[in-house]
T-cell receptor, first 115, second 111 residues
Framework: DSGVTQTPKHLITATGQRVTLRCSPR?????VYWYQQSLDQGLQFLIQ???????AKGNILERFSAQQFPDLHSELNLSSLELGDSALYFC??????????????FGQGTRLTVV | GENVEQHPSTLSVQEGDSAVIKCTYS??????FPWYKQELGKRPQLIID?????GEKKDQRIAVTLNKTAKHFSLHITETQPEDSAVYFC??????????FGTGTQLKVEL
């Protein structure tokens, strides 16, 4: 167990719908990362938050948004879902400060299936 | 931003042989280079990491080397075993910023 909790583990929804994925980082970790992994693909970086603020952004679609709350948990919102959004979405957390990086721990992922 | 390239995309070795996976990065400010192993259907897990003030690090059968001048780093697995079969990802990060991952290497260790 990495200490990073993602819910739900599985999600099946229809095209056009909106879903929210939730991530609770390890205790004490300030950074939260979101990654998308499509079938047989690598880890595509979506967005990073550090202590409540957006720190870095990848090729995240405009239909996707995220936020990190004061208690440091994070949510990834996916709207107007398309079949191509079906993927495994990972959240990772690290202690990482602005000057130093540390190991990132991954959650088990949320498998999203859009039908 | 950072760009990480990883080669090869697939690697097949005989049990007991060595495996080498190579990565290059573009941002000279990157100073942290972890390697992750992802087994089928599971989350990526860190197997070894190296910082820019170190040229080599070893942990049992796994070693990582870093060449800052050339901006490349490599993972070396010796005496490979069937349980080493997985997808391996390299990554680079700097200044508390995002981890950028390579595209992954599917390693298959054959009996």
């Amino acid at each position: 167990d990495s200490g990073v909790t993602q819910t739900p583990k599985h999600l099946i929804t229809a095209t056009g719908q909106r879903v929210t994925l939730r991530c609770s980082p390890r205790s004490g970790d300030l950074s939260v990362y979101w990654y998308q992994q499509s079938l047989d693909q690598g880890l595509q970086f979506l967005i990073q938050y550090y202590n409540g603020e957006e720190r870095a952004k990848g090729n995240i679609l405009e239909r996707f948004s995220a936020q990190q709350f004061p208690d440091l948990h994070s949510e990834l919102n996916l709207s107007s879902l398309e079949l191509g959004d079906s993927a495994l979405y990972f959240c990772a957390s690290s202690y990482g400060t602005p000057k130093s990086d540390t190991e990132a721990f991954f959650g088990q992922g949320t498998r999203l299936t859009v039908v | 931003g950072e760009n990480v390239e990883q080669h090869p995309s697939t690697l097949s070795v005989q049990e007991g042989d060595s495996a080498v996976i190579k990565c290059t990065y573009s941002d000279s400010a990157s100073n942290y280079f972890p390697w992750y192993k992802q087994e089928l259907g599971k989350r990526p897990q860190l197997i070894i990491d190296i910082r820019s003030n170190v040229g080599e690090k070893k942990d049992q059968r796994i070693a990582v080397t870093l060449n800052k001048t050339a901006k490349h780093f490599s993972l070396h697995i010796t005496e490979t075993q069937p349980e080493d079969s997985a997808v391996y990802f390299c990554a680079a990060a700097g200044g508390g910023n995002k981890l950028t991952f390579g595209t992954g290497t599917q390693l298959k260790v054959e009996l």
